[in-house]
């Protein structure tokens, strides 16, 4: 069973920075990709970042790429979000999300899901 809460949405001025946290519940054996997507008001859920596996490799789509940082801590079970140089085009909701094994970059791929956090970015 995979647990996730998100939190650290919230408004911010365009140029602004947010950094997401989500908390991650792993109780099942196995090895989990971990990271991030978003759903912007009419478009379908995207994939942003992630961990190929938790402590692996990263990858990032090309709209965030430079901007946004995933990372980690694995001490408290916390997967972050670092989020600079934001744009009105990074509104959406950010959720995290878990697979076993390597991280999906498409919605059905995903196994598990947070419930969401908003992220609004104002001109």
């Known amino acids: 069973q995979v647990r996730l809460v998100e939190s650290g949405g919230g408004l911010v001025q365009a140029g602004g920075s947010l950094r997401l946290s989500c908390t991650a519940s792993?109780?099942?054996?196995?090895?989990?990709?971990m990271g991030w997507f978003r759903q912007a008001p009419g478009k379908e859920r995207e994939f942003v970042a992630g961990f190929e596996l938790i402590g692996g490799s990263t990858l990032y789509s090309d709209s965030v790429k430079g901007r946004f940082t995933i990372s980690r801590d694995s001490a408290s079970d916390t997967l972050y979000l670092q989020m600079n140089s934001l744009t009105p085009e990074d509104t959406a909701v950010y959720y995290c999300?878990?697979?076993?094994?390597?991280?999906?970059?498409?919605?059905?791929?995903?196994?598990?899901w947070g419930q969401g956090t908003q992220v609004t970015v104002s001109s």
């Open positions: 999300a878990a697979k076993r094994g390597v991280i999906s970059t498409i919605q059905k791929g995903i196994d598990y």
């Open positions: 792993i109780r099942t054996f196995g090895a989990y990709g």
